[in-house]
């Protein structure tokens, strides 16, 4: 996508901010932190606080990473809520059993549950977990990251495929966005 208009998609800005939590990891220079805060206050102002408008599951599991580490390094109760009022809408409306569990890639389409979705979604529900206690989290965490294992995962090659669609067939290849 272009930066026409002044705005970075939703998971570009998450990624964004992210690497801003990185810097600060490894620096504790507060400048990443306060350049996070500019960030996260223009991509609300951008896209709001509730970011289920966005059919593409994927993109809300980045930004609740996002926040949800920024507070682990800010303690703003800000971000931890919103990435939890976040993951919880983004999981109700993308689990079911179907194909055994796991999160469909974009809503309301369903047709595909995607490595891209279910490795970040088992990462933001640990990082909820973390942030909470609540371990309805991290048992969340460790069903996506079992059923990606068991549906995805190609234990001879180490490789992840794209998706499973709702008939149980897997398909796609190991790309860089799925093994990561």
Do not use: H
């Amino acid at each position: 996508y272009s930066t026409a208009g002044g705005k970075t998609w939703i998971w570009g800005r998450a990624k964004q901010m992210e690497m801003l939590i990185d810097l600060y990891e490894q620096t504790t220079n507060t400048v990443y932190l306060n350049q996070f805060s500019n960030l996260y206050n223009g991509f609300t102002y951008d896209y709001g606080t509730s970011w289920t408008w966005n059919e593409y599951n994927d993109d809300i599991m980045w930004m609740v990473i996002a926040c949800s580490r920024a507070y682990q390094k800010t303690g703003f109760n800000a971000y931890r809520s919103v990435a939890k009022s976040n993951f919880d809408a983004c999981y109700a409306r993308a689990w079911d059993t179907n194909v055994g569990g796991g999160l469909y890639w974009k809503y309301p389409v369903n047709s595909s549950k995607n490595a891209c979705v279910n490795g970040p979604g088992a990462i933001a529900a640990y990082l909820i977990y973390q942030n909470y206690g609540d371990t309805n989290y991290l048992a969340k965490a460790e069903s996506l990251y079992q059923w990606e294992r068991a549906k995805l995962f190609n234990a001879s090659s180490g490789l992840i495929a794209d998706y499973i669609n709702t008939n149980g067939v897997v398909y796609g290849g190991a790309t860089t966005y799925n093994q990561g």
